[in-house]
């Protein structure tokens, strides 16, 4: 961490609460080093923290700027440092009716709130049910792009399967919905592309190996089959057998408890190739040693298809092709 001179504050917008400007002792940082490296059971080793900084006469208010302060220096995500103080809130109500815990709630900006909490300040309905129908992307997350999934979507698969502070992946992230959602919604998010258009997405071709990280997820958005020319190395316009291989590839390659896979059918029945079709069945036959958990229907906006376009397929016995789905795997 950062050292503190006498007298002086850190190099954050943010300085310490009250007029004593003091640091807590070698072994109440030592906690919230354990705090780090114990990852999800970090509760014991925060409470003997804030009872030892309790023990040097600090305040609560002084003991969550502290704790914010070191993770801080130590770069951990703000999602897990705020999982591990919202604790001190807890603690807080049951030991103190002072003013200190609307200070804390103040310190916290508020961004301690549940999936639900979030979601309803983002006008974004939970779907309890299998078929999520959203008619419009939401353009506040994610840039503009070939095509733009409904942060909807990822929205509801985050809050029925994952948690706040979980790992998510996407491995092709495209306008990068999903990492503005998870950041949104308190997850860490590990964004790749092939093609990146965005600082926060790394360049990376999943043909060639999976992202070597463990997960909670992974949420899964490959390209429409066929249907779109996404630039250089995209597998959107490969021959079938190689398009397929990629996720069979992968799924011997992830190391996630799940996967979110977004896709939807492709046949080319109308020019009589139907050797290229690409249906739901044949994304999960890819997946061995995983089960499907839930496949959730999230069609395709009937907007995008033109006055025109509709005419010409009633006059010809047509259908066009809305269906999405989402497929929830998880490991056999």
């Given at each position: 961490?950062?050292?503190?001179?006498?007298?002086?504050?850190?190099?954050?917008?943010?300085?310490?609460?009250?007029?004593?400007?003091?640091?807590?002792?070698?072994?109440?940082?030592?906690q919230?080093?354990?705090?780090?490296?114990?990852?999800?059971?970090?509760?014991?080793?925060?409470?003997?923290?804030?009872?030892?900084?309790l023990?040097?006469?600090?305040?609560?208010?002084?003991?969550?700027?502290?704790?914010?302060?070191?993770?801080?220096?130590?770069?951990?995500?703000?999602?897990?440092?705020?999982?591990?103080?919202?604790?001190?809130?807890?603690?807080?109500?049951?030991?103190?009716?002072?003013?200190?815990?609307?200070?804390?709630?103040?310190?916290?900006?508020?961004?301690?709130?549940?999936?639900?909490?979030?979601?309803?300040?983002?006008?974004?309905?939970?779907?309890?049910?299998?078929?999520?129908?959203?008619?419009?992307?939401?353009?506040?997350?994610?840039?503009?792009?070939?095509?733009?999934?409904?942060?909807?979507i990822?929205?509801?698969?985050?809050?029925?399967?994952t948690?706040?502070?979980?790992?998510?992946?996407?491995?092709?992230?495209?306008?990068?919905?999903?990492?503005d959602?998870?950041?949104?919604?308190?997850?860490?998010?590990?964004?790749?592309?092939?093609?990146?258009?965005?600082?926060?997405?790394?360049?990376?071709?999943?043909?060639?190996?999976?992202?070597?990280?463990?997960?909670?997820?992974?949420?899964?958005?490959?390209?429409?089959?066929?249907?779109?020319?996404?630039?250089?190395?995209?597998?959107?316009?490969?021959?079938?057998?190689?398009?397929?291989?990629?996720?069979?590839?992968?799924?011997?390659?992830?190391?996630?408890?799940?996967?979110?896979?977004?896709?939807?059918?492709?046949?080319?029945?109308?020019?009589?190739?139907?050797?290229?079709?690409?249906?739901?069945?044949?994304?999960?036959?890819?997946?061995?040693?995983?089960?499907?958990?839930?496949?959730?229907?999230?069609?395709?906006?009937?907007?995008?298809?033109?006055?025109?376009?509709?005419y010409?397929?009633?006059?010809?016995?047509?259908?066009?092709?809305?269906?999405?789905?989402?497929?929830?795997?998880?490991?056999?």
């Open positions: 961490m950062e050292e503190l001179n006498e007298g002086k504050t850190s190099n954050m917008e943010e300085k310490p609460p009250m007029e004593v400007i003091r640091r807590p002792s070698k072994e109440a940082f030592d919230l080093d354990l705090c780090i490296k114990a990852h999800g059971a970090f509760k014991n080793a925060f409470e003997k923290y804030i009872k030892i900084c023990d040097d006469s600090f305040t609560y208010v002084q003991i969550n700027f502290w704790a914010r302060d070191y993770f801080k220096a130590k770069k951990v995500s703000e999602s897990t440092s705020l999982r591990i103080r919202q604790d001190l809130v807890k603690i807080v109500k049951k030991e103190t009716k002072d003013l200190e815990l609307e200070a804390i709630d103040k310190m916290l900006d508020t961004q301690i709130k549940t999936d639900l909490q979030i979601m309803k300040s983002l006008k974004w309905p939970v779907r309890p049910y299998d078929v999520w129908s959203f008619q419009s992307a939401d353009k506040r997350f994610g840039l503009e792009y070939a095509t733009r999934m409904p942060a909807q990822v929205a509801n698969a985050l809050y029925f399967f948690e706040q502070g979980d790992t998510i992946i996407d491995p092709m992230a495209g306008g990068g919905v999903v990492g959602v998870c950041k949104r919604m308190q997850r860490l998010c590990k964004m790749y592309d092939v093609n990146p258009i965005r600082e926060d997405v790394h360049k990376l071709d999943i043909t060639q190996g999976f992202p070597d990280i463990e997960a909670d997820l992974v949420f899964w958005d490959p390209p429409y089959y066929k249907k779109i020319d996404y630039g250089p190395d995209s597998i959107s316009m490969r021959p079938k057998d190689q398009f397929l291989n990629v996720f069979k590839k992968a799924a011997k390659e992830i190391q996630s408890k799940r996967i979110a896979l977004l896709v939807s059918d492709y046949d080319d029945e109308y020019n009589n190739n139907s050797q290229d079709n690409v249906f739901i069945h044949d994304y999960i036959n890819q997946f061995d040693d995983w089960r499907v958990l839930r496949i959730i229907q999230c069609p395709l906006t009937t907007e995008q298809i033109r006055a025109s376009q509709y010409n397929y009633v006059k010809n016995k047509k259908l066009f092709r809305l269906g999405r789905y989402l497929v929830i795997f998880q490991h056999a």
